[in-house]
């Protein structure tokens, strides 16, 4: 059974650039998650998507968007990078009866895209 | 708003010893609390969580955490430590759907 699958793993991108992520839930899941974790630190809450809309943002910039497709499977999209865009950028898809049943916030996750800006 | 403080960046202990990685949390409504154990270069891996009901929690590889509602606290523990478990460890509590982890404590495991 196939987990959380994101790519790229890796890629480099200079300042003001643009960059888009993919992930791929595991399946069956049908809620996506994106979180931002900075070297030494724990992952940051960027947003989720449940039935092709956001359901709930943290605390990011609108450069940081997103979208869920059909499939379930997502993208996340970073505007105008800055230096302090570097991170792993980790996806996490949850259970399938929706971002508010007893099992949601158990999340499987990706093992990341690696987001390096010069 | 929910928070969580993980006491202590880096905790060493020798194979064989007792783990004891704390947990602290700050929430407005009743916890779920989580916690998760990362290897280098790969993602977050869910050791185990609290919802309700038995406060002593068993998670996979032998780790347990105990919800102790009066102290604010869901420290994670292991009885005897094994090479394989020094990664990184992250506790979790939910805000609304998501999930606000701690920094994350480092645990070394030596021989």
């Known amino acids: 059974d196939a987990g959380v699958t994101q790519s790229p793993t890796h890629l480099i991108k200079t300042r003001g650039q643009q960059v888009t992520l993919r992930c791929s839930p595991k399946?069956?899941?049908?809620?996506v998650s994106w979180y931002q974790q900075a070297l030494g630190q724990g992952p940051q809450f960027i947003f989720q998507?449940?039935?092709?809309?956001?359901?709930q943002r943290g605390n990011f910039p609108d450069r940081f968007s997103g979208h869920q497709f059909p499939n379930y499977s997502s993208e996340l999209n970073v505007n105008a990078l800055l230096l302090g865009d570097s991170a792993l950028y980790l996806c996490?898809?949850?259970?399938?009866?929706?971002?508010?049943?007893?099992?949601?916030?158990?999340?499987?996750f990706g093992a990341g895209s690696r987001l390096t800006v010069l | 708003a929910q928070s969580v403080t993980q006491l202590g960046s880096h905790v060493s202990v020798s194979e064989g010893a007792l783990v004891l990685l704390r947990c602290n949390y700050s929430s407005s409504v009743p916890p779920y609390l989580f916690w998760y154990v990362q290897y280098p270069n790969q993602g977050l891996q869910l050791l185990l969580k609290?919802?309700?009901?038995?406060?002593l929690v068993k998670g996979i590889n032998g780790f347990e955490a105990e919800f102790k509602k009066s102290e604010t606290s869901f420290h994670l523990t292991k009885p005897s430590a094994h090479m394989s478990d020094a990664a990184e460890y992250f506790c979790?509590?939910?805000?609304?759907?998501?999930?606000?982890f701690g920094k994350g404590t480092t645990l070394s495991v030596s021989s």
């Open positions: 979790a509590v939910t805000s609304g759907t998501a999930l606000i």
């Open positions: 609290y919802t309700t009901g038995a406060t």
């Open positions: 996490a898809s949850s259970d399938p009866r929706g971002p508010f049943s007893s099992g949601a916030n158990v999340l499987t």
């Open positions: 399946s069956g899941h049908d809620t």
């Open positions: 998507y449940y039935e092709e809309e956001e359901r």
